[in-house]
Nanobody, 125 residues
Framework: DVQLVESGGGSVQPGGSLRLSCRAS????????AGWFRQAPGKEREGVAA????????YYADSVKGRFTISRDIEQNTVYLHMSDLRPEDSAIYYC???????????????????WGQGTQVTVS
């Protein structure tokens, strides 16, 4: 089974930066989407950023536009989320996901993503 492993989470002060990494155990970042999602306590999981690994097209939630950047290294089977100007409201568990099998027009929707990582905690305080 394909596994996604996130890393790079941690604690940072407001205004700081972090880079999250998501490495896949096998080549899955083909002509499909990969995304980053987050879930804070008591809140629903929300899409943060997504990338189409074929076209390189990127998609962002309004709350992170201009502050977060998603990128991928296909040869390394890795997707990154560079986060800057972090705010306390960015605190959450961040999950990466890959390969949608439907809802192609909703890259920031968590539905239909086949593979998920275990999550990494980001705390901004």
């Amino acid at each position: 089974d394909v596994q996604l492993v996130e890393s790079g989470g941690g604690s940072v002060q407001p205004g700081g930066s972090l880079r999250l990494s998501c490495r896949a155990s096998a080549y899955i970042f083909s002509n499909n989407y990969a995304g980053w999602f987050r879930q804070a306590p008591g809140k629903e999981r929300e899409g943060v950023a997504a990338i189409h690994n074929g076209s390189g097209g990127t998609y962002y939630a309004d709350s992170v536009k201009g502050r977060f950047t998603i990128s991928r290294d296909i040869e390394q089977n890795t997707v990154y989320l560079h986060m800057s100007d972090l705010r306390p409201e960015d605190s959450a568990i961040y999950y990466c996901a890959a390969e949608k099998d439907g809802d192609w027009d909703l890259p920031l929707s968590s539905s239909r993503y086949r593979h998920w990582g275990q999550g990494t905690q980001v705390t901004v305080s």
